[in-house]
Every structure is written in C-alpha cells, then in structure tokens.
C-alpha cells in the first residue's frame, strides 16, 4: 500500500536523540487518559483482564539477532525499586489486584528483582504479577523464584527459543541452558500452580532438522508448561536475522513473507521444508499441548486462577482459528469437564475492580485546557478492524503505554496549553469513517501515531484513507515500526514525519516550535534542528509552512 513507492524521495534525517537515562524523573503514566473499564472487557498482554502494565526497565542490555528493541532504545536503564514501588502501591490503592511487567527483561538485575518483591511482601499488597515479555530464565535463581511467587506472581514467561547450544550461540541469545532449564523444572514441579509460559522458534537460518528436534524435545522435558510457545521465525526490516538470512541465500520474497505473518501464523519456515515444519508442529501439538495428562494437570490450576470468559479469550487467542472457548479445547482433546479436578472457573466478579475509572479521576485529576490549546490526538493503530482481520491476529486490548507516557509528560510541561486525546483502532473506532469522523470532531492540531511492524499495511491503508478524506492535518508516525523502517515509511507521502526511538523529548520540543508558530508546523529549517526526527524535504505539507 505504499504509495510511491519506486520515486526514493530524499530522506533527511536529524542526530540521534539521547535515551532518557533517569527513569525516575518521568510522570507516573496518567492512567485517566484511557477508559481502563472499557479495555478491561478484554484480555490484555499478560492474556487476563483486569491487569494494569507497570513498566520498570527500557531497553535490554541483549542483542538477540532477530529482536530489534534496541533501535527504539539502545540502552538498558531501570527506575529505582522504591519508584516503582510506589507506582504499583498506587495502583493497589486504586483497587488493582493484576499487574502486569512489560519489561523486556524484569529480572536483568536479580538483586533489584527480589527487593521489589521484598518489598511488596513488607507492605502485604495483596497483588498477583504477570510478566508476560518474559523474564531471562537462566538468569533466575530458587530464592529469586521462592520470593516472586511468595509475593503474588501468577503468570510467568520465560523464553528459550531453541534448545541447541549452537543456535543460542548464532542468535547470540546465549541461554545458559543448563540453568534455564534447572529454573524451569524447579517451577513446574514446586510451582505447578505458576501458569508458566514458554516461548520457542523454529526456523532460524541455518538450524538444521536436529537441532529443531532438540527445542522440541526440551520443551517436551519439561512437565508441564502451561502455555507452550513453538512460534515461526519472523523477520523485522533491518535487524541483524535479516543481514544473516540474506548471506544464507534465503530469498527476499521468503523473507517479505515472514514479515508480513503474525507468529502464529502456520508460515512456512525460512529454512525447513514444509512438511518437516508440519510434522515438528504437529508432534507439537498432539504430543504436549494436547497431551490429555498435561491438560488434566494444569487446566484445574487455570480456573482457580481464571474466570471462564478469560480463558476463553486466552485459548481463543492460543488456538486463534481452531478453538473458540474452553470447552472447544476439552472437546478438541477428548476430555469431559467431569475429569477435571475442578469444573467451574474462578468468579469474575471477584476479579472486577469497582468504579476504576472513577478512582483513577481522582487520583490523576483532569486539568481543565485553554481554548487556543495545542489538539493533538494519538491513534494506536496496532489492531485491526474487525473488518480487516486478515490473519490469525490474536485480539489483545492493552491500553498503549507509549502514548500514555508521552501524553502524560506533555501534559506536565504545558498542562492547560496541550489538549491531548489517546484513541485505539478497534476499541475506540472500528472503521474507517468511524476513524474519519472522530478526527473531525476532535479537530486535531496534529495527529500522533503509534504502530508497529505487524500493522504497516494497515497504518498505510488507515493514513490514505484519512488523506483520501480531505484531512490535512500533519500526522507523525512513531513506535517500532517507523523507528525500524522510516526510509521506507516515508516513501508514503501522506504521513509527514517520523519520530525515531523515544517519543517524550521529541515531541515536546516539536510541540513547542509549534505553539510558538500558531499551532502549525515549524519550518524546515527548525524541523532540522530536533534530535530523533526523519522527514522528506519533498513533503508539500513541510514545504508549505517553510515558504
Ligand atoms: C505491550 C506490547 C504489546 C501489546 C500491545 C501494545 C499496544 N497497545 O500497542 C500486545 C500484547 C497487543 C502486543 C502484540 C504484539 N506485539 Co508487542 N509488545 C508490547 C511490549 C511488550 C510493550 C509495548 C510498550 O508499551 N512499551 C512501553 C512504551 C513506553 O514504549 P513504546 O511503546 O515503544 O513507545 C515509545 C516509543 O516507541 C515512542 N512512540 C511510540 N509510539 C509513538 C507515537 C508517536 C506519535 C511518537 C512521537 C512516539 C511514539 O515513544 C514512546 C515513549 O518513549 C513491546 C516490547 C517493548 N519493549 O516495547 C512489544 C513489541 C512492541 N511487540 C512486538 C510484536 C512483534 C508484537 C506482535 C506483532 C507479536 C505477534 N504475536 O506476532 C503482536 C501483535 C499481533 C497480535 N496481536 O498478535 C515487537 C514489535 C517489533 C516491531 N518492529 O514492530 C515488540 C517491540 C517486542 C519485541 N521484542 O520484538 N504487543
Ligand atoms: S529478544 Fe528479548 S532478550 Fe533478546 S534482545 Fe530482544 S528484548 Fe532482549
């Protein structure tokens, strides 16, 4: 959907902005700039409703070949323990019982991971902890483990991605194999109420049948873990997998592919056959994730902890074409409710959180704006509309942090004189005139958008169709897909500008030149001027204000 594609117009890109290395000196994000009632009908990142993300650290100090975090934030800072402390004791106060890390990696450093939980235990909050990204599972330890679980965790990732010394060493994951899989066993057999997450790839550039049947058979070691991942490799624009696949020889149409699949997609793999994928998946399949003693075994600890409609929602997003609800699975693996352990599902109601939204109002009060405010309204477009779904797209409703924290930081520079308004594909629109119209009404000074890799086409198609409708109002593209791609992202000259990495920075000092220029666009002599940017000098809308 780019248009234009093959004019390469002249892209000019300012410096590099620095990361922001003092975490602590951000706003706690203002959580009552999204309806969390409305985004709590769904599950979210850590696959449970009611839960609300907390973020402790930016960026990871790894570099797995295949990941690419680092552009967006090269760094690995963390706030201190007691600011986030704080933050979560907040949210406890407001009546949230599920948080949620969506660090890259919550346990990089393990003495500040056990003095969260320690101090978590000392306050007796009453909370359950997700970390659905994954915490690096060699680098746990059993104290480490015995803390976080005395403390209220419930739901844990760990990542192994395969299971041959070789591949971690080529992907330059560098698992300590033998501890990660010490950690894993010590979960499942002290912890099997612990819903243990595990993730896995298959499919790298040059793994061989082998070293597939190793990951295969180190997952199929472990009993039992709750949500098995065996996830297609997938390759992002410009990372290091897409030089290294390339110098494979895999072709450029293979790889296209890979970008434009969701990883649970059945994809062809970059590197096996499609039949050898086929046996590995399925073996998969019937072997461990349809193993009836398994499901017999952690199925019971899912409805302790679980309502119904969120284990639907889960196996639905799990199983994303063949299972619809929890008795599709039971029925799928031949196994009457009445052999379970337990038949009935945690109550939800137990799980609601009342009046949130009002807490929240309270707690983050509404400053009133003035009537020349600067209107900038952020759309999430990381979601389809129901209408577009075009793949096996797990629905997940997480309220999008990026945008919270920038909003948020905004709001403290220039409170009354930045009318900010945070939207989400699907959630808050589900269509295109639905999105048209909400732009009009809102009447927006610019537009902010925040989407990842996953979603280019549809950002595009979004973009053309806004244009198509006769609005000019500047739009800038962050998050990780313009981040990672913007040279081919501005080839699209309806979008304006691309905000690279972090966005807080950034977008003040933009927003600044703005409000000192009647709320339009600075020329491009100063657009030239602000770190983190990309732009096309060809662009009539940037031209326009410089003439
Ligand atoms: C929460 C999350 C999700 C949520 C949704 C988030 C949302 N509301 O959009 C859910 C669970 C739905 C999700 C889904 C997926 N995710 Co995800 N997700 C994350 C996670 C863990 C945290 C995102 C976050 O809140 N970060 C914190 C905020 C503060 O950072 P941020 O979002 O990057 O925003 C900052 C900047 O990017 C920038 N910025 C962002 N937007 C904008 C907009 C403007 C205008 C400006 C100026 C700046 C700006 O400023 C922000 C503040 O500094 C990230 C990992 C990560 N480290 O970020 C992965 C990540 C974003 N996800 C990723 C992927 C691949 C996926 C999936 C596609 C995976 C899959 N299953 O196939 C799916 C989507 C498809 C699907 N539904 O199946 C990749 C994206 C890589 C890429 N190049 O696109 C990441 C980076 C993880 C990784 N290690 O690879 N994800
Ligand atoms: S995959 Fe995870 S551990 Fe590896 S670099 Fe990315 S965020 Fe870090």
Not at 121 to 147: I, Q
Not at 162 to 177: E, F
């Amino acid at each position: 959907m780019l248009k234009n594609l093959d004019q390469k117009r002249p892209i000019f890109t300012t410096p590099q902005r620095k990361q922001i290395n003092d975490l602590d000196s951000l706003p706690y994000y203002d959580r009552s700039l999204v309806d969390y009632e409305k985004y709590h009908k769904y599950i979210g990142h850590a696959g449970v409703k009611y839960s609300v993300a907390v973020q402790a650290t930016r960026g990871c100090p790894y570099r797995c070949f295949y990941c690419d975090v680092y552009k967006t934030t090269l760094h690995h800072f963390r706030r201190s323990v007691d600011n986030i402390f704080e933050e979560v004791k907040l949210l406890a106060s407001l009546g949230v019982k599920r948080i949620e890390f969506i660090d890259d990696i919550f346990n990089v450093k393990a003495k500040d991971f056990k003095e969260f939980f320690r101090l978590v235990l000392k306050h007796k909050l009453k909370l359950n902890f997700f970390f659905p990204s994954a915490l690096k599972g060699d680098l746990l330890d059993k104290e480490g483990v015995d803390l976080m679980v005395e403390a209220g965790a419930l739901g844990v990732n760990i990542s192994l991605e395969s299971g041959s010394d070789r591949m971690q060493t080529v992907m330059r994951k560098y698992l300590n194999l033998d501890k990660f899989y010490e950690n894993a066993r010590y979960i499942t057999e002290k912890y099997p109420h612990i819903v243990l997450g595990l993730n896995a790839m298959h499919g790298f550039p040059t793994e061989t049948e082998k070293e597939a049947m190793m990951t295969l058979d180190f997952i199929k070691s472990l009993k039992w873990i709750h949500f098995p991942y065996l996830l297609t490799v997938r390759v992002f624009p410009n990372t290091v997998l897409e030089k290294f696949a390339r110098e494979q020889g895999i072709s450029d149409e293979i790889i296209k592919k890979s970008q434009d699949l969701s990883y649970e997609d059945v994809a062809p793999s970059l590197t096996f056959s499609q039949d050898f994928t086929k046996a590995v998946k399925t073996i998969f399949l019937k072997d461990y994730v349809l193993n009836k003693e398994r499901l017999l075994s952690v199925l019971p600890y899912q409805m302790e902890s679980f309502c119904e409609d969120e284990l639907n929602q889960k196996y639905n997003s799990y199983f994303p074409t063949k299972v619809k609800t929890l008795d599709d699975l039971l029925k799928l693996a031949r196994i009457k409710r009445s052999e379970l352990k337990k038949q009935k599902c945690l109550n939800e109601e137990g799980l609601r959180i009342l009046n949130l939204n009002t807490k929240i109002k309270q707690k983050f009060p509404v400053v009133k704006k003035n009537n020349d405010a600067l209107n900038i309204l952020f759309m999430n477009l990381s979601g389809y509309f129901t209408e577009d779904t075009d793949s096996q797209e797990r629905v997940l409703m997480e309220p999008p942090l990026g945008l919270i924290s920038i909003l948020s930081y905004l709001n403290r520079e220039y409170k009354e004189k930045i009318n900010g308004k945070i939207v989400k594909s699907r959630l808050d629109f589900d269509g295109y005139p639905e999105m048209v119209k909400m732009i009009k009404d809102f009447e927006p000074d610019i537009i902010g958008i925040s989407v990842m890799t996953f979603y280019k086409d549809f950002v595009h198609r979004a973009i053309n169709y806004i244009r198509e409708h006769g609005i000019e109002t500047p739009i800038f593209l962050g998050g990780p897909y313009p981040t990672g791609d913007y040279k081919q992202v501005l080839q699209d000259q309806n979008l304006d500008i691309c905000m690279l990495g972090e966005g807080e920075l950034t977008l003040t000092e933009l927003v600044s030149y703005m409000m000192n220029n009647g709320n339009k666009l600075p020329s491009i002599d100063i657009l030239k001027k602000i770190p983190g940017i990309a732009f096309s000098e060809n662009n009539f809308r940037i031209q326009s204000v410089s003439r």
